[in-house]
């Protein structure tokens, strides 16, 4: 008996080879992108006219979404005064006409006069203009002598030349030729079965051509389910392969012996309040890996102030305590810096046994490493990593720059990883002479939804920190989109002044220019300080600074040497003055949700009272409106970013990874949360203790298929 047809033997047939692709239309299939069998039956409609949903022209409610169906009448097309082209189209029914008119899609005259258009598909809101019934800007599909209760419509281009029915027409075919023998389906029986899930050939059939929207979603299900199965299997495939190739370092938990006994317990009973159920619950988790021989890989995920530096700190403190050393890893000069003082605040005069001193005890030594480090300071940190009397070493990409040498690397921190190149984060893993790989921890300050954060973080197990240290109270935000409440805000930030607390001022982001940027940072000061702040101690803080003059104005600053820092982005993560209490952001509307939720999370971090006044006067858009008004709602980073998530699409979630997406046709993190979960949990029932894919070959030529190399980089950030 002959084997099922596989996806892989699919890619491999040309789509030459179907009746009816002359070398006219194989060019047009390659505008699309279509040149296997498997692309084609991949290019999935983007539509779908439901014949069930019919409205008759002459008996369709006003002012709601109707479908028409009917054939063209007459098309012209005109000039309006401003110069635009307007087309307009008379469809009509067996129940009168239906007047349609397009304003700059001059195209349509074309695409409607063709006179072998065929019945054509109408969807929008009828109205009454001049006693006739009238549509603006429709969808229009052309169904062309397609019958059948669905008709399915494809995304083309126009440069393409082809028709809808044309690529319908394709996909049916390579169907019927795959009947015989049937398309392989690697997933297991009971897998189906448990999930509710048809076979994959059925799937195929049934999302071109389904009997009904119900028949179309349960297959689109199956496919989902497919997409989403292939990367869970790379991505928890890429965890085992870590756990079972790496030779990792047990460290000493709750250690009595080695040269630091006791020191974390020390760390902890000497912090001047108690941790968090939440950070005490992820010290637990991070110990548990710790003590395994197995490297760890986890994801610290916490909110805006939620206590995550004390959870680093307590890791890398571990380290040392075995007699290891630890380092922390920042995106930025100024985030590394402030590491540094945040770091040694917490240890204080904490001190390590040193026998062959004359007291026998060292102080903990934390070193800091960045390109703005001078050359005898570089020269001595370097020289304390090499022989092991530096214990934490904290800093930008400087540290894994050729000539740093670790003496013994047992806890690697980085910190909001997104910033960072593959090639950066795979340095710091392999930093030790031994070929012992170092425990990872991965910080992020920016809330990830859970779904997302198993598809962009799927081969990192992850901790989230999901609540907030005692003291910390809420910030009150508002919404500022007149020029009265404008002044209002600015009373704000001068009161609060007065009050003895300081304000940031965020500059309108331009994406287009760094230079316009830096320049609107630059009129803003000069406004303020000549009107509405008018005598308060105004500094300036932007991108292209050098780094001398940028650590000047954020030293400044925090020694209050300075009421308002005016700024660009260049302080949306990490930058902690306990004393700043409002933070003001001019045109919040040209921000994202992630941006705007760091810049809050700058302020209110003393014991007083915080600030955020969002201000936009300009028109804004639907999604603009909707971002401002959760971020008034809402202080909640993970809420915030499931409204992302709803808002903008998985694009935006993804970051970096949007180039190892291509497996993703039809699958979306917002629409099918539910099958991210199951994919996952099934990936790892196959992938077991890593050779289970070695039972499910089909599924392992898929993988090699769908993922390339490079791609299974930026899936795996290793």
């Known amino acids: 008996m002959t084997a ?17 692709v002359g070398p006219k239309k194989l060019k047009g299939l390659e505008v699309l992108g279509i040149s296997s069998l498997l692309d084609l039956l991949t290019h999935y409609p983007r539509r779908y006219v439901d014949r069930t949903r019919e409205a008759q022209i002459a008996s369709a409610g006003l002012g709601v979404e109707v479908l028409i169906l009917g054939e063209v009448a007459s098309v012209s097309a005109r000039r309006t005064r401003n110069g635009k082209v307007m087309v307009v189209a008379d469809i009509r029914d067996s129940t009168g006409t239906l007047r349609c008119t397009f304003f700059n899609q001059a195209w349509r005259e074309h695409q409607l006069g063709g006179g072998q258009v065929g019945e054509l598909a109408i969807f929008g809101k009828i109205e009454m203009f001049n006693g006739k019934r009238q549509m603006t800007n429709p969808v229009v599909d052309l169904v062309g002598t397609r019958t059948g209760k669905i008709v399915s419509v494809y995304p083309l281009s126009e440069k393409s030349g082809l028709s809808t029915w044309d690529v319908g027409d394709w996909v049916a075919q390579v169907l019927r030729r795959c009947a015989g023998r049937g398309i392989a389906d690697p997933v297991p029986a009971n897998v189906l079965q448990s999930l509710g899930l048809m076979d994959r050939q059925s799937a195929f059939a049934g999302i071109h051509a389904p009997d009904s929207m119900a028949h179309m979603v349960s297959s689109r299900n199956r496919l989902v389910f497919d997409e989403l199965l292939r990367l869970q299997l790379s991505l928890v495939q890429r965890q085992r392969d870590l756990e079972r190739n790496s030779i990792g370092i047990v460290q000493e938990i709750g250690a009595t012996s080695g040269p630091a006994p006791g020191l974390v317990r020390s760390f902890l009973e000497a912090l001047p309040y108690s941790l968090t159920s939440a950070q005490q619950r992820a010290i637990a988790e991070i110990n548990t890996d710790l003590a395994r021989p197995i490297p760890m890989h986890r994801l610290l995920q916490g909110d805006v102030g939620s206590g995550k530096t ?45 026998p062959d001193t004359l007291l026998g005890t060292r102080p903990l030594s934390v070193g800091l490493l960045t390109n703005r480090t001078r050359a005898a300071q570089r020269r ?12 934490i070493l904290i800093g930008t990409h400087a540290l894994i720059q050729e000539g740093v040498q670790f003496h013994s690397l047992g806890v690697v921190v980085i910190d909001e990883q997104h910033r960072f190149g593959v090639e950066q984060r795979a340095a710091l893993r392999s930093a030790n002479a031994d070929f012992t790989i170092p425990d990872v921890l991965v910080m992020t300050a ?3 939804p859970r779904t997302a954060a198993m598809t962009v973080y799927g081969d990192l197990d992850v901790t989230v920190l999901d609540e907030l240290p005692p003291g910390r109270t809420p910030i009150e935000t508002s919404w500022v989109a007149g020029q009265a409440e404008e002044e209002q805000a600015w009373q704000l930030v001068r009161s609060q002044v007065s009050a003895g607390h300081q304000t940031y ?8 220019s760094e230079k316009l940027e830096v320049a609107s940072a630059q009129e803003t000061l000069e406004r303020l300080s000549a009107n509405e702040l008018s005598g308060l101690r105004l500094g300036l803080l932007h991108g292209r600074m050098a780094s001398d003059d940028k650590q000047a104005v954020m030293d400044q600053f925090r020694a209050a040497e300075l009421d308002v820092l005016i700024a660009t982005t260049v302080i949306e993560v990490g930058v902690d003055v ?42 804004l858009t639907t999604d603009a409106q909707a971002r401002l008004e959760a971020m008034v709602r809402t202080t909640d980073g993970f809420e915030l970013a499931e409204v992302d998530l709803d808002l903008r699409g998985e694009g935006t979630v993804m970051g970096e990874r949007q180039k190892g997406r291509n497996d993703l046709q039809l699958a979306s993190l917002r629409r099918d949360r539910d099958w991210v979960e199951k994919a996952r949990a099934v990936a790892i029932e196959i992938v077991g203790d890593g050779t289970g894919l070695e039972q499910h070959p089909l599924l392992g030529s898929e993988l090699a298929l769908v993922l390339d190399d490079e791609d299974r980089e930026f899936l795996h950030k290793s």
């Open 310 to 354: 004390v959870v680093a700190v307590n890791t890398l403190l571990t380290a040392v305590q075995g007699g290891h050393q630890g380092a922390l890893m920042a995106p930025t000069e100024v985030l590394a810096e402030q590491h540094g003082t945040s770091v040694r605040a917490l240890i204080g005069e904490m001190t390590i046994d040193a």
């Open 4 to 20: 099922p047809i596989t996806l892989t033997d699919l890619d491999g047939m040309g789509v030459s080879r179907l009746q009816g």
């Open 380 to 391: 001595a940190v370097l020289a304390g990593l090499a022989d092991g009397t530096l214990d």
């Open 505 to 512: 001022v965020v500059c309108p982001l331009i994406e287009e």
């Open 446 to 448: 920016t809330p990830i």
């Open 578 to 619: 306990p004393n700043a209490t409002v933070m003001v952001i001019l045109d919040a509307d040209r921000f994202g949700i992630a941006q705007l939720h760091q810049l809050r999370g700058r302020v209110g971090r003393g014991g007083a009272r915080g600030f955020c006044v969002l201000v936009a006067t300009s028109e």
